[in-house]
């Protein structure tokens, strides 16, 4: 066990955990911050996906010691009234389903966006196929990207 | 006053109340304080106090409504569609509706279950007469307090109008008055043409929830005091629990205790919904997810050998030589199918195969279970709450009505929550401990415990006229556990002699339903095969499926079709048109009937780097009143989606008992770039009562795949996964 302190969501706070455990368990059962989702415990689906000094970086492999320094956002913390163009594309698309895989999903979007303003279809694609919905809600996901897209340029 | 903290008046017991079941006590509205009603719609005024109407409602002193939805919610959005039913018939407007899941009340609510596509279908006339029932008490209250004719009174939007006075009286303000009235003997529903609200495209009522992270799943519910369990099950099918040394494991940091349990005990008698390959666990219960999923490492367990380690070539060769030797169930014979094909012209005969799959919805499987003295709750995502509350009575020797259920949000069912063993294991963990626990499983355990998709293979032969006319036609299928086909189904009654065969093997696999049973394989089988028949009658594949569908409009044969072949006729024809079909379309046509609904397809594929990949999809939909355009559409381009991707790259196979494929590094689910880049649905306007739309638009776009990989590159499929193996990354 180890003191560890963490910026999240422009917060200090302050765990006492493994620092092996992945950024992901301290997130939702230390902080109780739920958004962020448990899909694979390998990187493989991008349910956990989180920001990383702005970067989308997968939290369920991403042992809590090492991230002292760095910035973390996660969904919860992505804007203040649940109004990032992102999220704001994702009512108008209506496109959650069952929902579990699209915090997940706006955080890549929200990375991708940031870093590449006006993606074309193909960078949009291949920015989003770490996450995995069984759902199949791709369509409505990629129409949002571009929507939030034209509301950010 | 916090909105989700009932007043003493919302406590109104109505002991009067007779009939229908609508006007009892709701004292169990306590247990959905987890429900944050206030944030499920920030822009409204919450009411000081709500007064219950029935089961289903609640209604504020300033007009804001709550309508319970009653059955679980898997993605399937019915916690949007079925309020909206209610809400059409009571005449509110629904920016002021706030929706709450309903707990398991079987007293009040009628088929708390999420499977087979049957929400709507079932709900449409009894959650249409709860609308018109309240709006009925709150007329009569309204002529109560105006004192005139309640024949003299209509609603709109929440509002009760006086037109010959010119006085009005909101819901809010008549509520309490409604809810000590006699409930009525009939009420009148409304004329489909006077539907606001149905119809109208109604954004998820947990949208803004999901895009903010806020807790609604199953794995998001958090306890004062509660611990984490992590379970152990047997590495491979056909091995059960020996022994276990957990002296290492329970003295690792932040673990509570190690428990033994047993879901089939002796003297348990298993219901549908028990399927189990693993009833004997060991659990790891400790402080968090992480914590019992490392410690479990730590456990020494011996397996033993129960029944023999199966592998994929194994099964296979049982279902070629049950289809080639077995004796067969006759499901149907129509006429004199073996006297046709031995005069027949041409003979087509082609045998298709599918693998098992496993559901791998995104939320793994969990449960929260506080097992006390005198009484039980279970909170999680759950399609059969009933039916988990009965084993979880028998295991638990505890009655019924101690046993409280809260279904919460799913991160996907698939119809894997439809067997609630993790409910199960959650109960008896709780029980073991006496502490509240969830268990959570790890991917790993999700995609290796079982309860898939069975294996099928099918075998189809049809016969020909020297006039390219379909004379024979005979199916003879087989899967583990079950046969895939559906005797009376398309293309029963449309040929003169016909024949349905059913052989089942045996396998220790377990297996379940998967999002359309049976459908799901042997709509694309049957589709696929028919493409190959009318090629050989040298027709076009929509002409020859018409022609038939005409036989059976006019001249049926048999009496037990179980489809209606102006309804199928119609989705395909439109299709035909829609996508703008033409001679020689290099593009695979599908049509399909399930769940009470008709889907017709037509989709075009593309090779990219030899492997197909679809572009575009055309579909048409018959599934009656459309409720929620929104949430339609949603669901058919995710049932397309979703059909696609299984075709393409599903499988989970076995060596030695053992699933070779444990995680998403090794199991290919379809990804962003492999989805099509149009899908165009289409919803035919016919006026009759609702059917299934989760499940319908999946089986037949297996077919239309099948045909358009055809179409570009000369060559059949018959065996899923059809895309050819690669290596996968993360």
Not at chain 2, 235 to 243: C, H, N, Q, T, V
Not at chain 2, 568 to 591: F, I, M, P
């Amino acid at each position: 066990m180890a003191t560890i302190n963490l910026t999240v969501n422009g917060q200090q706070r302050q765990v006492d955990v493994d620092p092996e455990m992945p950024l992901l368990w301290v997130l939702r059962d230390e902080l109780q911050l739920v958004g962020t989702k448990y899909g694979c415990g390998i990187g493989s689906c991008g349910a956990c996906t989180v920001h990383v000094d702005g970067i989308a970086m997968r939290s369920c492999n991403l042992p809590v010691g090492n991230l002292s320094g760095e910035a973390i956002t996660t969904i919860e913390g992505l804007s203040e009234n649940g109004d990032h163009p992102v999220q704001l594309a994702w009512l108008e698309h209506d496109v959650p389903q069952c929902g579990y895989c699209q915090a997940g999903q706006i955080m890549t979007a929200a990375s991708l966006l940031a870093n590449s303003p006006d993606p074309d279809d193909a960078e949009i694609s291949a920015s989003m196929n770490g996450n995995i919905c069984r759902c199949g809600t791709y369509t409505r996901i990629h129409a949002a990207v571009k929507t939030a897209a034209k509301k950010l340029s | 006053m916090s909105s989700n903290q009932p007043s003493r008046r919302s406590f109104l017991k109505l002991t009067a109340a007779t009939g229908g079941g609508l006007l009892l006590g709701f004292s169990y509205l306590t247990s959905c304080r987890n429900e944050k009603t206030a944030q499920a719609a920030p822009e409204l005024v919450m009411p000081e106090e709500w007064v219950t109407v029935n089961a289903f409602l609640k209604i504020g002193e300033n007009g804001v409504v709550t309508i319970m939805s009653p059955n679980p919610e898997i993605g399937q959005n019915v916690k949007t569609a079925m309020p909206m039913i209610v809400a059409e018939e009571l005449d509110v407007d629904w920016k002021n509706v706030v929706v709450e899941q309903a707990p398991l009340d079987t007293e009040n609510f009628e088929r708390q279950l999420a499977g087979g596509s049957q929400s709507i279908r079932h709900g449409w006339e009894p959650l249409r007469k709860t609308g018109a029932t309240a709006r009925h008490l709150l007329v009569a209250a309204a002529a109560q307090r105006l004192e005139v004719d309640a024949g003299e009174l209509r609603t709109e939007n929440g509002i009760v109008y006086h037109d010959g006075s010119d006085r009005s009286l909101g819901y809010g303000e008549l509520a309490s008055l409604a809810a000590t009235l006699p409930l009525p003997e009939e009420v009148t529903l409304k004329d489909p043409k006077d539907f606001r609200i149905i119809g109208n495209a109604k954004k998820n009522v947990d949208a803004k929830k999901i895009v903010t992270g806020q807790p609604l799943y199953g794995l998001d519910l958090q306890r004062e005091g509660m611990k984490y369990a992590a379970i152990v099950h047997p590495p491979a099918f056909g091995m059960a629990l020996k022994s276990v040394d957990d002296a290492k494991a329970k003295s690792l940091p932040g673990v509570h205790s190690v428990v033994t349990i047993d879901a089939h005990p002796e003297g348990f008698e298993p219901q549908w919904s028990d399927v189990n390959a693993f009833p004997k666990l060991v659990a790891v219960v400790g402080d968090n997810p992480w914590t019992v999923m490392q410690a479990r490492k730590a456990l020494k367990v011996e397996w033993e050998r129960t029944s023999p380690a199966e592998s994929s070539a194994m099964h296979r060769a049982a279902l070629e030589r049950l289809l080639d030797e077995g004796e067969a169930e006759v499901a149907r014979r129509d006429g004199d199918p073996e006297g046709a094909f031995s005069t027949a012209a041409t003979v087509v005969e082609r045998t298709y195969y599918a693998p098992f799959l496993p559901h791998n919805t995104m939320e793994p499987m969990n449960f929260f279970a506080d097992v006390r003295e005198d009484g039980a709750e279970l909170v999680g995502p759950i399609q059969t709450p009933e039916f988990l509350r009965k084993s979880v009575s028998a295991l638990l020797g505890m009655p019924e009505e101690n046993i409280r259920i809260m279904m919460t949000r799913m991160g996907g069912g698939f119809g894997r929550r439809l067997y609630g063993n993790f409910g199960v294991e959650a109960t008896l963990i709780s029980q073991a401990t006496k502490v509240p626990i969830k268990l959570v499983y790890s991917r790993e355990d999700d995609m290796t415990q079982g309860t898939y998709r069975p294996e099928y293979l099918v075998r189809y032969r049809a016969a020909l006229d020297g006039d390219g006319k379909l004379t024979a036609f005979h199916v003879r299928g087989t899967g583990a556990g079950e046969s895939p086909v559906f005797p009376n189904r398309f293309p029963a009654g449309t040929v003169d002699n016909y024949l349905a065969e059913n052989l089942v093997n045996d396998s220790n696999v377990s297996t379940g339903a998967w999002r359309a049973p049976r459908s799901n394989f042997i709509a694309g089988a049957e589709q696929a095969f028919l493409d190959e028949v009318a090629e050989a009658a040298g027709k076009d594949p929509i002409a020859f499926r018409l022609e038939l569908f005409d036989r059976a409009i006019s001249n049926p044969v048999g009496e037990e079709n179980d489809y209606d072949a102006e309804r199928y006729a119609h989705v395909l024809s439109e299709v035909r048109d829609k996508s703008g079909w033409t001679d020689g379309d290099r593009r695979g046509v599908a049509a399909y009937y399930c769940h009470n609904s008709y889907v017709a397809q037509v989709l075009e594929a593309e090779m990219v780097n030899g492997q197909p990949r679809v572009k575009e999809v055309h579909c048409v939909v018959d599934c009656g009143i459309v409720v929620n355009p929104e949430g339609a559409h949603n669901q058919v381009e995710g049932g397309i989606i979703d059909g696609i991707g299984h075709a393409l790259y599903g499988a989970i196979t076995f060596e030695d008992g053992r699933p070779q494929q444990q995680n998403f590094d090794t199991y290919r689910l379809i990804r962003h770039n492999e989805a099509p880049t149009a899908i165009h649905t289409h919803f035919v306007e016919n006026g009759i009562a609702p059917t299934g739309l989760g499940e319908p638009s999946l089986p037949p776009v297996v077919g239309a795949l099948a045909n358009a990989i055809y179409r570009v590159t000369g060559e059949r499929v018959y065996d899923q996964p059809f895309a050819a193996p690669r290596e996968l990354k993360g």
